[in-house]
């Protein structure tokens, strides 16, 4: 059983209700939905576990910024506005200029989307750190629900995409061998965006009126796409020569490019599904949002995620994104 599997066999269905809301989206999308009288509450949670999500030397500031910045993502990915937060953390020690810094890239990311930090937990652990971020949000019906792609809509994604994973790529290497020049220059180029992404808030804001489904790309785009797919019932042709490579990627061998596009995880860009009559509105917004968006694919009838090249071929044996219990 692989990790999605595992969350809607056991987590997806529950007979718990929550009689104080209005209304309530739960499992299933980037964050649950809980309907209060000021709109509706988008909630979600994410774990950073050391050696698993992040390296043991990592810069502590850098990694305050993304414990909270992966959550700030996914309410991007709803739509809604960050509202407050809760840190829980646990570490084997208490290192106090580990702990400044790390609060430090925390805080300030946090004070730049008037994201309160409202609550947590701290204790110790038995050996490495773990973090769990719980973040709140605040917007209104309708939200971009995965389940809302139609027919015909176009796919974008925002900002440019494969960086983290040639990043990942070289750290892990380089604690095998020692990377070259060129390999130095190119982790040089790509391990910012792995390590401090920036959530895209304001474009997942300003994109509301004008898309159907919205999904963060934390697992991989072809695998994050497929959750679109999988929850409206329908396909989607995407183009390869449209997808927004990171500069540095134009560096390494063309198929590992592909891969690291596709498959490639820590992205933290947005992915969404909108009618072709918004083309130009949402262009905008990414203007007034100082990002970018990409259209690359068409949702289709089909239940099938096909990638075109550029002579129009089917691209065979398509990479898989990330996932935990595969």
Known sequence: MDEFAL?????????????????????????AVLGVRQGEMVICKDVLIEGRHFFSDVDPFLLGHKALAVNLSDIAAMAAKPLACLLGIALPRVDAPWLEAFSRGF???AERYDCALVGGDTTRSEA???????????????????????????????????????ALELLLKQQQ?????????????????LEQPEPQV?????????????????????????HILAASQLGAIVYAERLPLHPALFRVDAR????AVLAGGDEYQLCFTAPAKYRNEIEQCALNSDSSVHRIGQITSSTELILLDAAGQVVENLPQGFNHFS
């Open 7 to 31: 969350i809607r066999q056991y987590f997806s269905q529950s007979t718990a209700s929550i009689t104080e809301c209005t209304s309530y989206v739960g499992v299933g999308d980037d964050c």
């Open 107 to 109: 805080k300030r990311l």
């Open 128 to 166: 490495g750190i773990f973090i769990s971020v719980t973040a709140l949000g605040m917007g209104r019906q309708p939200f971009p629900l995965r389940a809302n792609a139609a027919l015909g809509d176009d796919i974008w994604v925002s900002g440019q995409l494969g960086a983290p994973k040639i």
């Open 177 to 193: 061998v020692t990377l070259s020049n060129n390999e130095l220059k190119l982790l040089a180029d790509t391990r910012e965006r």
């Open 202 to 226: 304001h474009l997942g804001q300003l994109l509301k009126p004008y898309i159907h489904a919205m999904i963060d790309i934390s697992d991989g785009l072809l695998q994050d796409l497929s």
């Open 256 to 259: 590992q490019a592909l891969n």
